[in-house]
């Protein structure tokens, strides 16, 4: 290689690295501190609820608001039907999705005990698969912290939490691992999925 | 410890005897599936999870429950933090052959702080003087040089693994200096008390949490495997990109 190229591509380098920065849109870095600030004021609000006053059932029709308001819901059941969404009927897929939607309430009312005292920090934010990735560290009385990470992702103009990451751990592809094992045991059966989400639902009530 | 290498000799032979191996299938997605989840002898596995997973009801739970229940809460941290000192030359020269001087760094600091102040390890003296504890077995080793995990495999008695795991085991009995000692009663007595408390603390460690995959998942073989995996995933990323600092938590910090 001659001096000259070789001068071309530094030259060429630092012309690409100078121009990286400015390529990069603000209204996404924008969208990461506003994604950040919805999480914190999310965490506040769930830690509010969960160290505040009020019965058993207050709390869960408090908590039940703001996953409403604040998780997307739809979005992480299909997430977590994964190939079969496309596979369901349009029937099954609205009973699957109510469904799913008491398995997540029930997931997080169900041990609103043991999180009696949790606080939270929000260490750093960065854009990662499917959204923005909010690193928090989750603290709990006679409990190491937790390293918990939020992926938040735009929903029709509104930020929500789209799945959560625990110790390196996703909480939705977990339950998409749950349930492509679960349907791939009953013969590719969508509906059996749905019996047993029925079954469960029954069988552990209160959400 | 010649029982577990018994146990691991017995393994490797019953394997390939009942490897049932599950059908590819023919539909494209469903192919994709079977490949993403890379498990092709989940037959066999699966009759190895219910196997364990009886055992586990009938023995190593209820041995657990007593423990959690039956002894007092210093005691149960002392004997982890013990148990857990123990494997301090092993994790020390995982740390080395994974090329991380600073996590060395720690393990060995976590070794002398803990054996000495910590009187043999009952304290964990050094995760508040800034050594904090991680992670680091053969099978992350190999991780990190570049073996790929394998398909899955479900041992009978050691649980969710790959053929990497399995050498992972081996590398660490090897690289363990207790395993070097002689064959006498007291060594072999040690040896059994050791693995004894460690399956016990271990399990203890997980009460709540399998309980609730049980009770909540619907194919909790499946949801064990994605854990499993992801679990592993995270040990190994953390191994690759170590952002722990040279200075300790008492030494002013560098700017980062």
Known sequence: MSATTRRTLLAASLAVAAAVPLALPTPALAGIASDTAFLKSMGDQLVAVVNGPGTQAEKQAKLQALVDKGVDVEGIARFCLGRFVRLATPQQLATYIKLFHGVLMRSITGHLGEYKGVGFTVDKSAPGDGGTIVTTTITR????????????????????IEDVIAEGTSMRLTQQSDYAGFIAQNNNNIAALIGAMQKQAENQPGA | MPASRRLLATAALLL?????CATVPQNPEARAYYHQINDPLEPTNRVFYVVNDALDTVLLKPLALAYHYGTPEFFQHGVHNVLSNLDTPVVLANDMLEGNPRRAGDTLMRGLINTTVGLVGI?????????????????????????????YLYLPVFGPSSPRGVLGIGGNYALDPFSWFGRGYVVQDFGFTRSGLTAVDTRAGYLSDLDKIKAQALDPYATLRSLYRQHRQAEIDAAMHDETWTVPDWYPQPAK
């Open chain 2, 123 to 151: 304290f964990d003296v050094a995760s508040g003087w800034g050594y904090p504890k991680h992670s680091a077995d053969f099978g992350i080793t190999l991780a990190v040089w570049g073996v790929p995990a394998g398909p």
């Open chain 2, 16 to 20: 390939p005897a009942l490897a049932g």
């Open chain 1, 141 to 160: 009385p006679n409990n190491a912290p937790a390293k918990v990470q939020w992926v938040i992702d735009q929903v029709d103009g509104q930020p929500k």
